[in-house]
C-alpha cells in the first residue's frame, strides 16, 4: 500500500474509524503527487448515464433540473442538481448534448431511483429516458497543459469516437472527462 494510502487509513483511524481488513482491501492505491503531476488516467466506473431524447427532452429536464438546460449547447458542458419538490438534493449531474440527446452522468447508486422519479413528471410529455451506462464508457483524465483538451472548463469537444470535456482544474492540471462507446 502508498504512502499516501496509509496517511488516508492513519487520517481515518484518528477520527475514530475503526476499518477491517476487508475495508482496507479496497482502497484504491494512489501514486504519489509528484507522479500524478505528471498526468493519469481513470475509469469512472461508479458514474452511470441517462439519455433523454425527443421533442420535449429539453424543455422537460430544464423544468425538472436546478441549471438551464435550453441554453446547453454542442460545445458546453454543465453541472445540475435534480431536487424533491420541497427542494431537497437528490442527485448531481453532469450534463451535455450530442446530437438529439442529452446525457446526464451521475452516480449509478441513484441513477434507477432518479431514473424512476424523472419518468413519474414525463405525463404527456414526448421524451423518452434510458440508462445508457453499458453503452458508455466514461474516463477521467488529468494532465499538464496540452493542447488536446478544450481551453476552458465546462467546454467540450465532440468527434464520432465520443465527447472530450474540460472540468475546473487542480493542483495546476488540466482535468477532463472522455465519454464515448
Known amino acids: 500500500m502508498s504512502e499516501t494510502a496509509n496517511s488516508w487509513l492513519n487520517f481515518l483511524a484518528s477520527q475514530g474509524a475503526a476499518l477491517t481488513a476487508e475495508d482496507q482491501a479496497g482502497l484504491p492505491d494512489f501514486p504519489p503527487l509528484a507522479s500524478a503531476k505528471r498526468g493519469f488516467l481513470s475509469a469512472l466506473t461508479h458514474l452511470g448515464v441517462i439519455a433523454a431524447s425527443g421533442a420535449d427532452a429539453e424543455d422537460f429536464l430544464h423544468n425538472q433540473l436546478t441549471n438551464d438546460v435550453l441554453g446547453l449547447d454542442e460545445s458546453t458542458v454543465r453541472m445540475a442538481g435534480y431536487c424533491s419538490p420541497k427542494g431537497r438534493l437528490l442527485a448531481t449531474l453532469l450534463m451535455w448534448k450530442t446530437g438529439d440527446q442529452i446525457l ?3 452516480p449509478r447508486a441513484s441513477l434507477p ?3 424512476k422519479r424523472l419518468s413519474m413528471f414525463v405525463l404527456r410529455a414526448k421524451v423518452v429516458l434510458k440508462d445508457v451506462s453499458d453503452e458508455l464508457v466514461l474516463i477521467a483524465g488529468v494532465t499538464p497543459t496540452v493542447d488536446f483538451v478544450p481551453p476552458r472548463p465546462w467546454m467540450k469537444i465532440a468527434k464520432d469516437e465520443g465527447a472530450l470535456f474540460r ?3 487542480a493542483l495546476e492540471l488540466q ?3 472522455w465519454a464515448g462507446p
Do not use: C, N, Q, T
Request: charged share 15%.
Open 167 to 169: 472540468v475546473p482544474d
Open 104 to 106: 446526464m452522468a451521475l
Open 175 to 177: 482535468r477532463f472527462i
Open 113 to 115: 431511483s432518479v431514473m
